[in-house]
């Protein structure tokens, strides 16, 4: 038998049957067999799997008000992209005036304004939904393809340790030449590329410096202290990741460093900036032994200046 999609109003909802108020027939209330229902979207486009998800009923019915910022786009294989829908015609779906899908492909769209497409199959739509929403913490557990958002998280933390841990070889005086030029090529492997931009300021000077990563790590090594000593802390996540024309995944957290300068064992200097990065899901195929297979990292991109404030 092949899957219907019906839009109108769930009225009630539990284990057994759905009632159900037809589009096409407002007179009409229908009650229907739960385990024969494949998906279910509300009001504001949040989606349940009956079969699977009875403990959501409630909050299903009784949705809250709040709007979506982004609409959300579902493919196949296993994919969520985040963004704004900005044209659809017949053949394709374009996000953000950047990226075209072709809409074989798709398989579902939550819209920002709630309303909500199916695309093929609905049971292949309640696979990938199912697959986003493992996690249980919301649609975004799947992010860039079939990538947890825990372990991009982890991995984007560890990235940003390592990038500071590099910055303590080049502040520390005692370190030699080999050292710090090893540290400087190792730190640039953590990055995109060689363009991408870090910002800097002082508590002496109003204006922000841009510089690109290389020089920038060149003129860490130069500062002129008898001891540095450079922390990143508090590092959090402020945006969702976001297709780029490249088809990486780009996103953005924020953090606060930590500067202070020392000497004669006397602290001279000290700050706090407030800064953003830009962080990069990259997703590559490997070949190991005659197999090849998709693997992803996660880069460091251009490093922002908020704010910066004394200690």
Not at 40 to 66: M, V
Not at 102 to 128: E, F, M, T, W
């Amino acid at each position: 038998m092949q899957d219907l999609v019906r839009e109108g109003r769930v009225m009630d909802l539990n284990s057994n049957t759905i009632k159900f108020v037809p589009a096409d027939q407002p007179s009409t209330t229908l009650i229907l067999p739960t385990s024969r229902a494949i998906l279910l979207f509300n009001s504001r486009g949040d989606f349940i799997i009956p079969t699977q998800d009875s403990a959501h009923f409630k909050d299903f019915l009784t949705p809250d008000g709040a709007s979506r910022p982004y609409d959300l786009v579902f493919s196949l294989p296993a994919m969520l992209r985040e963004g704004v829908v900005t044209k659809e015609d017949e053949d394709a779906v374009y996000l953000n005036d950047t990226l075209k899908l072709d809409k074989k492909d798709l398989v579902a769209i939550i819209y920002r304004n709630g309303h909500s497409a199916v695309y093929g199959s609905p049971a292949a739509a309640a696979d990938v939904l199912a697959h986003a929403k493992k996690a249980g913490a919301g649609l975004t557990d799947l992010i860039g393809g079939d990538v947890p958002r825990k372990e991009f998280e982890e991995k984007a933390q560890k990235k940003t340790i390592q990038f500071t841990d590099y910055l303590k070889i080049l502040c520390d005086k005692t370190a030699s030449y080999e050292e710090i030029n090893k540290a400087i090529s190792q730190a640039l492997t953590l990055f995109v590329d060689e363009n991408a931009m870090v910002e800097t300021s002082s508590n002496n000077r109003n204006a922000v410096s841009r510089q690109k990563i290389r020089d920038y790590l060149n003129k860490v090594k130069r500062i002129q202290y008898d001891r540095i000593e450079i922390e990143w802390t508090h590092v959090q996540y402020v945006s969702d990741l976001k297709p780029g024309p490249d088809g990486n995944f780009y996103g953005t957290v924020s953090f606060e460093q930590e500067f202070k300068g020392y000497r004669d064992g006397k602290l001279v200097y000290s700050d706090i900036t407030y800064k953003n990065a830009t962080v990069v899901l990259k997703t590559y195929d490997k070949t190991y032994e005659g197999t090849t297979k998709k693997v992803w990292d996660v880069l460091l991109s251009d490093i922002g200046v908020v704010a910066t404030k004394t200690v």
